[in-house]
Protein backbone atom coordinates (compact mmCIF):
# COMPACT_ATOMS: atom_id res chain seq x y z
CA UNK A 1 0.00 0.00 0.00
CA UNK A 2 1.29 3.44 -1.22
CA UNK A 3 2.01 5.97 1.96
CA UNK A 4 -0.24 8.90 2.24
CA UNK A 5 1.75 12.27 2.39
CA UNK A 6 -0.25 15.46 4.00
CA UNK A 7 0.82 19.06 2.74
CA UNK A 8 -0.83 22.31 2.32
CA UNK A 9 -2.89 22.58 -0.68
CA UNK A 10 -1.75 24.36 -3.66
CA UNK A 11 -3.62 25.83 -6.25
CA UNK A 12 -3.24 23.24 -8.37
CA UNK A 13 -5.51 21.05 -6.16
CA UNK A 14 -8.43 22.92 -6.73
CA UNK A 15 -10.10 20.60 -9.41
CA UNK A 16 -9.64 17.12 -7.53
CA UNK A 17 -10.92 19.23 -4.78
CA UNK A 18 -13.96 20.15 -6.16
CA UNK A 19 -14.40 16.70 -7.88
CA UNK A 20 -13.97 14.72 -4.63
CA UNK A 21 -16.71 16.70 -3.01
CA UNK A 22 -18.77 16.26 -5.60
CA UNK A 23 -19.15 11.92 -4.68
CA UNK A 24 -22.38 11.70 -3.54
CA UNK A 25 -20.92 9.69 -0.83
CA UNK A 26 -19.07 12.93 0.40
CA UNK A 27 -21.90 15.82 0.06
CA UNK A 28 -23.97 13.28 2.23
CA UNK A 29 -21.68 13.11 5.04
CA UNK A 30 -20.64 17.01 4.85
CA UNK A 31 -22.60 19.85 4.69
CA UNK A 32 -21.67 19.96 0.70
CA UNK A 33 -24.19 19.96 -1.60
CA UNK A 34 -24.73 18.56 -5.24
CA UNK A 35 -22.49 19.75 -8.02
CA UNK A 36 -20.02 22.36 -6.41
CA UNK A 37 -18.75 24.91 -8.26
CA UNK A 38 -14.22 25.12 -9.06
CA UNK A 39 -14.59 28.45 -7.64
CA UNK A 40 -15.23 27.49 -4.48
CA UNK A 41 -12.37 25.31 -4.52
CA UNK A 42 -10.25 27.83 -6.59
CA UNK A 43 -11.44 30.30 -3.60
CA UNK A 44 -10.15 28.22 -0.33
CA UNK A 45 -7.14 27.23 -2.21
CA UNK A 46 -6.21 30.68 -2.93
CA UNK A 47 -8.07 32.50 -0.42
CA UNK A 48 -7.35 31.26 2.83
CA UNK A 49 -9.41 33.16 5.91
CA UNK A 50 -6.97 34.30 9.05
CA UNK A 51 -6.34 31.52 10.87
CA UNK A 52 -7.04 28.85 8.52
CA UNK A 53 -5.04 25.69 7.03
CA UNK A 54 -5.77 23.63 4.34
CA UNK A 55 -4.53 20.71 4.24
CA UNK A 56 -4.35 17.65 1.31
CA UNK A 57 -3.67 14.42 2.06
CA UNK A 58 -1.93 12.45 -1.31
CA UNK A 59 -1.50 8.93 -2.11
CA UNK A 60 1.32 8.40 -5.46
CA UNK A 61 0.58 12.13 -5.55
CA UNK A 62 -2.91 12.15 -6.35
CA UNK A 63 -4.90 14.45 -3.96
CA UNK A 64 -7.75 11.90 -2.47
CA UNK A 65 -8.62 13.91 0.99
CA UNK A 66 -8.44 17.38 2.49
CA UNK A 67 -8.94 19.17 6.10
CA UNK A 68 -9.73 22.25 6.61
CA UNK A 69 -8.49 23.72 10.02
CA UNK A 70 -9.95 27.06 11.22
CA UNK A 71 -8.87 29.09 14.29
CA UNK A 72 -11.45 30.98 16.07
CA UNK A 73 -10.46 34.56 15.38
CA UNK A 74 -12.43 35.83 18.62
CA UNK A 75 -9.75 36.76 21.46
CA UNK A 76 -12.18 34.73 24.09
CA UNK A 77 -11.85 31.53 21.53
CA UNK A 78 -8.62 31.80 20.23
CA UNK A 79 -7.95 28.24 22.00
CA UNK A 80 -10.47 26.64 19.96
CA UNK A 81 -9.96 25.30 16.59
CA UNK A 82 -12.66 23.70 14.54
CA UNK A 83 -12.54 21.56 10.61
CA UNK A 84 -13.63 20.06 8.29
CA UNK A 85 -12.53 16.42 6.51
CA UNK A 86 -13.66 14.61 3.06
CA UNK A 87 -11.78 11.64 2.01
CA UNK A 88 -12.28 10.32 -1.76
CA UNK A 89 -14.97 7.74 -1.58
CA UNK A 90 -12.37 5.35 -3.27
CA UNK A 91 -10.19 5.76 -0.60
CA UNK A 92 -11.58 5.53 2.31
CA UNK A 93 -10.38 2.88 5.10
CA UNK A 94 -6.83 3.51 3.85
CA UNK A 95 -5.61 5.89 6.11
CA UNK A 96 -6.17 9.12 4.91
CA UNK A 97 -8.55 10.33 7.46
CA UNK A 98 -6.33 9.20 9.85
CA UNK A 99 -2.99 10.51 8.38
CA UNK A 100 -4.94 13.99 8.02
CA UNK A 101 -6.10 14.11 11.45
CA UNK A 102 -2.84 13.04 12.77
CA UNK A 103 -1.17 16.24 10.87
CA UNK A 104 -3.82 18.53 11.97
CA UNK A 105 -3.58 17.20 15.70
CA UNK A 106 0.10 17.76 15.75
CA UNK A 107 -0.41 21.15 13.94
CA UNK A 108 -2.53 21.90 17.26
CA UNK A 109 -0.84 20.49 19.89
CA UNK A 110 2.63 21.57 19.13
CA UNK A 111 2.31 24.81 16.85
CA UNK A 112 -0.88 26.80 17.25
CA UNK A 113 -1.45 27.05 21.52
CA UNK A 114 -4.69 25.41 20.47
CA UNK A 115 -5.92 23.37 23.72
CA UNK A 116 -9.67 22.21 21.90
CA UNK A 117 -10.75 21.26 18.69
CA UNK A 118 -14.48 21.16 17.99
CA UNK A 119 -16.27 19.09 15.21
CA UNK A 120 -19.60 17.98 14.15
CA UNK A 121 -20.73 14.71 12.58
CA UNK A 122 -24.16 13.01 11.38
CA UNK A 123 -24.66 10.65 14.13
CA UNK A 124 -24.89 7.95 11.17
CA UNK A 125 -21.17 8.22 10.13
CA UNK A 126 -20.08 5.42 12.43
CA UNK A 127 -16.35 5.21 10.50
CA UNK A 128 -16.03 9.05 10.98
CA UNK A 129 -16.73 8.90 14.95
CA UNK A 130 -14.45 5.95 15.14
CA UNK A 131 -11.76 7.81 14.09
CA UNK A 132 -12.23 11.36 15.61
CA UNK A 133 -12.23 8.56 18.95
CA UNK A 134 -9.31 7.20 18.26
CA UNK A 135 -7.32 10.69 17.99
CA UNK A 136 -9.76 12.00 21.35
CA UNK A 137 -12.77 13.21 20.77
CA UNK A 138 -15.77 12.69 23.03
CA UNK A 139 -19.27 13.42 22.12
CA UNK A 140 -20.12 16.49 24.10
CA UNK A 141 -24.16 16.19 22.68
CA UNK A 142 -26.33 15.82 20.26
CA UNK A 143 -27.85 18.35 17.59
CA UNK A 144 -31.45 17.34 16.74
CA UNK A 145 -32.27 18.20 13.08
CA UNK A 146 -29.17 19.86 12.28
CA UNK A 147 -28.99 19.32 8.77
CA UNK A 148 -30.96 18.40 5.98
CA UNK A 149 -30.03 15.50 4.07
CA UNK A 150 -31.57 13.44 1.00
CA UNK A 151 -35.01 15.50 2.06
CA UNK A 152 -34.08 14.45 5.53
CA UNK A 153 -33.61 16.25 8.52
CA UNK A 154 -30.91 14.43 10.04
CA UNK A 155 -28.86 14.31 13.56
CA UNK A 156 -25.38 15.20 14.70
CA UNK A 157 -22.92 14.68 17.65
CA UNK A 158 -21.13 17.91 18.68
CA UNK A 159 -17.57 16.45 19.58
CA UNK A 160 -14.47 17.90 21.17
CA UNK A 161 -10.77 17.06 22.00
CA UNK A 162 -8.11 18.75 24.58
CA UNK A 163 -4.76 18.76 24.43
CA UNK A 164 -3.55 16.35 26.15
CA UNK A 165 -1.46 17.27 29.11
CA UNK A 166 2.24 17.24 29.14
CA UNK A 167 4.25 14.17 30.06
Given amino acids: ?13 AQ ?10 LYRDTLHIPHPALALFTERVTELKPG ?13 GQLMLTVEQNPRRSHVATF ?3 VDSNYQGRGVATALLAAMTDLCDNWLR ?11 NKPGVAVYRKFGFEIEGTGKNYAL ?9 FMARFKPAAK
Fill in 1 to 13: MSEVVVRHAEIND
Fill in 114 to 124: IERIELTVFVD
Fill in 149 to 157: RDGQYVDAY
Fill in 16 to 25: ALQQIYAQPA
Fill in 52 to 64: SRNLVACIDEKVV
Fill in 84 to 86: GIG
